[in-house]
């Protein structure tokens, strides 16, 4: 089996934060070589003009509960980007993420000049200038890669989240769901889990289906032994799979139901790598969803997009 902290990142049970304004409870989570980019401003009121001068180096570290990411960025543009393990400490993650992306950038802490931390750990980086809650450095990161989307698909490991945003990627309005996994990328790992495929080829596969099997429980656990049943009566992998895919895209739509869907709509998370989700939410939604170059790394990618505006 593939590593699942390449496509979902967080693998354990999130804690929840607050955020003011519409919306429920929210959770934090969690190369970026690809990732279009803006000029940044050479200088800022309130005496910090000569150390951006100096220092136009950004820094965006996403602690995720499975991995972490992180990213640095000069004039706008993609220096160095990494991911790595969360394991158990956090703080030692974060240290090991900012020694090693300043490594790969031939940098020092002295040439950073703004640091954000996201994430679940984000209590975490010491060393950060501010912490900014996932939701909005998602909602950002979209907003810098595609500045169209007013609403946003974020699937993760844990749950899924719909924000809705506005045209200069403020949050408006936002869902989670239930922190059952059969609403999430979780599910995904599960059923790959019990058909015995590698987590890449599962888009793919289910893209060969004929005859999409229908879940008829929307809990992971139940879920897996439907597809253990399933198997057992001969469905095919590819069948299954879509039906998965089918049953993750109700409960996605569900969400957007309560918010609303204004167009353009993006993908981000682990999900957006799965070519079968994306085209069971086509599907279900009726629009054409934007998928970044690195969907999994919007969040982190958003972070120092943030540390931009310090």
Known sequence: MGDYTNLFFD???????????????????GEVPLLPTLPLPLSREGGQGDRLVNNLYFMGIDIGSGSSKGVITKDGELLA???????????????????????????????????????????????????????????????????????????????????????SGQVTNFVVSEKCAAGSGRFLEVIANVLQIELKDIGPLSLKSKNPVTFTTGCAVFGESEAISRVAEGSAKEDILAGVHRALADKISALIDRVGLEKDCAISGGGGLDVGLIKRLEEKLGVKLLVPPQPQMVTAFGAAIMAEAG
């Open 11 to 29: 693998l354990t049970p999130l804690i929840p934060l607050s955020l003011k304004g519409e919306g429920e409870e929210i959770v934090e989570r």
């Open 81 to 167: 980007s990494h991911l790595l393990p969360s394991g158990v400490n956090y703080r030692a993650a974060a240290e090991k993420l900012r020694e090693e992306l300043l490594a790969k950038a031939g940098l020092t802490t002295e040439n950073i000049a703004y640091t954000v931390a996201t994430g679940q750990g984000s209590a975490n980086v010491t060393f950060c200038n501010q912490k900014v809650t996932d939701l909005r450095c998602c909602a950002r990161g979209i907003n810098r890669i595609f500045p169209s989307v007013r609403t946003v698909i974020d699937v993760q490991a844990q749950s899924s989240q719909v924000i809705r945003l506005s045209e």
